[in-house]
């Protein structure tokens, strides 16, 4: 959030995969001790947990289970606004990301830049929609935050590296500058686009 006020970088705060709220609360308030006080907060989950692992997480080194993570939409909605979320910029979309990651999501969504994007979702098979969804948001410095990149053992075949990888070679005019590393999964990059 600092960076994102340091730059005067429009947009909003996108977060996939929610569980109980912590991040998503941490990002409300970071964003308002720094002053970012027409960024709107986007929440996306299925509210039921990760969906059975398929595909290639299927065969990795640690799996993780089907409904892991779960936590209901009114709990999380609950948690944050007793935390101190300010409900009225809140938006949750709850669903599987497979069936919501729609364009009719983005009509119905006010959302017009990103500035950014928590990703939390686990699984290849998650992220691949979540970045497909991403695209038309993204912005020169839009920040991207990967929670689970060295999951299945740092492994860039799995997961959320794989996704990414695969993202990039599909959008040619988005490329992406490593900016800082957190705990032992997370990862964070700033994204650019080609405008010419």
């Not at 912590?22 to 996306?44: E, G, I, P, Q």
């Not at 983005?106 to 929609?129: F, G, H, M, N």
């Amino acid at each position: 959030m600092e960076f994102v006020a340091y730059s005067n970088l429009e947009g909003d705060y996108l977060e996939f995969g929610v569980f109980e709220g912590a991040h998503f609360t941490a990002a409300f308030h970071f964003a308002r001790l720094n002053k970012l006080d027409s960024m709107n907060f986007y929440a996306f989950d299925s509210f039921l947990g990760l969906p059975e692992v398929t595909g290639v997480d299927r065969n990795a080194p640690r799996q993780f289970s089907k409904g892991e993570y779960s936590c209901d939409a009114e709990t999380f909605a609950r948690n944050i606004s007793r935390d101190g979320v300010e409900m009225n910029r809140v938006k949750l979309i709850p669903g599987w990301f497979s069936e919501t990651l729609t364009d009719e999501t983005k009509q119905s969504l006010k959302l017009q830049k990103a500035a950014v994007i928590w990703i939390d979702c686990d699984l290849y098979e998650s992220t691949v929609p979540v970045l497909d969804f991403v695209v038309d948001y993204v912005q020169d410095g839009t920040v991207l935050i990967f929670d689970d990149w060295f999951c299945f053992n740092g492994n860039p075949v799995y997961g959320q590296q794989k996704a990414f990888k695969e993202w990039l070679e599909r959008n040619p005019t988005i490329s992406a500058s490593e900016f800082h590393k957190y705990g032992w999964a997370g990862i964070s990059f700033l994204l650019h686009r080609q405008t010419n």
